[in-house]
């Protein structure tokens, strides 16, 4: 019986996993990531939201910040044909998209 000799670390094989539509790998451990809509704001986080964690915006005194980084994300999720749902406590969802 031939045995093999060298070492006992294996190649890493790709990821068999299928890909998700508008996410990109992270450069720093590899997790999926997906953007914000707003590059500046993906830059700030580590190149945009990890796929399953969650991002809590406090609203600023006039709205006008929280609503847009919201307009930006469903339309990023839109472009990339992404799920999306959408809920208010104030808000019905379809002034949310106007």
């Given amino acids: 019986m031939a ?3 060298g070492t006992s670390f294996q ?3 790709r990821s068999k996993r299928a890909p998700v539509p508008g ?3 992270s450069l720093h451990n590899g997790q999926l990531l997906l953007s914000t809509g707003v590059p500046s704001l993906d830059y700030l986080i580590g190149g ?3 796929v399953g964690t969650l991002l809590l915006v406090e609203e600023d005194r006039y ?3 929280s609503r847009m980084l919201l307009k930006y994300f469903v339309a990023e999720g839109i472009v990339c044909g992404h799920s999306l ?3 208010s406590a ?3 969802p379809e002034e ?3």
Wanted: charged residues 30%; proline residues 4%; aromatic residues 4%.
């Fill in 3 to 5: 045995t093999r000799a």
């Fill in 11 to 13: 190649r890493r094989a």
């Fill in 23 to 25: 996410t990109r790998p």
């Fill in 48 to 50: 945009g939201l990890a």
């Fill in 63 to 65: 709205e006008s910040y």
């Fill in 85 to 87: 749902l959408i809920a």
């Fill in 90 to 92: 104030k808000d019905h």
């Fill in 96 to 98: 949310i998209l106007q």
